[in-house]
C-alpha cells in the first residue's frame, strides 16, 4: 500500500437507520456533531435513511414485479401506432 493516501483516524461511529431505529457500531472516518450513547459509551452518530435492516433486498421483503402485465399495458398503449395486420400478410405475399 502507499504511504499517507488512507485516513488514520478510524473510530467506532454508531450509525442509526431512521427509518426502524436499528443501531450498529462500526469503525468509520465519517465526521458527525451528533452523538449517541450506547451501553453506557458515547458515540459519534451518523443517520442512515437505508440500511442492512431495513432494504427490501436484504429483508426478503422485496417486491416482484409484474412483467407480463407490464407488457400487455404497453403493447395497449402503442397498439394504435402498429400497422394493421391486412397490410403485414400482403408485403409478405408480395416477396
Not at 13 to 30: G, H, I, P, Q, R
Not at 37 to 53: A, M, N, Q
Request: no cysteine.
Amino acid at each position: 500500500m502507499q504511504k499517507g493516501i488512507h485516513p488514520e483516524n478510524y473510530r467506532l461511529v454508531a450509525f442509526k437507520d431512521m427509518s426502524n431505529e436499528e443501531v450498529f457500531l462500526t469503525k468509520s472516518t465519517a465526521d458527525t456533531k451528533e452523538t449517541l450513547e450506547v451501553d453506557g459509551v458515547e458515540y459519534p452518530l451518523v443517520k442512515l435513511e437505508i440500511s442492512r435492516t431495513s432494504h427490501p433486498f436484504y429483508t426478503g421483503k422485496a417486491k416482484f414485479l409484474d412483467t407480463a402485465g407490464r407488457i400487455d399495458k404497453f403493447k395497449n398503449k402503442y397498439k394504435k401506432f402498429a400497422k394493421p395486420e391486412v397490410e403485414a400478410t400482403e408485403e409478405e405475399e408480395a416477396k
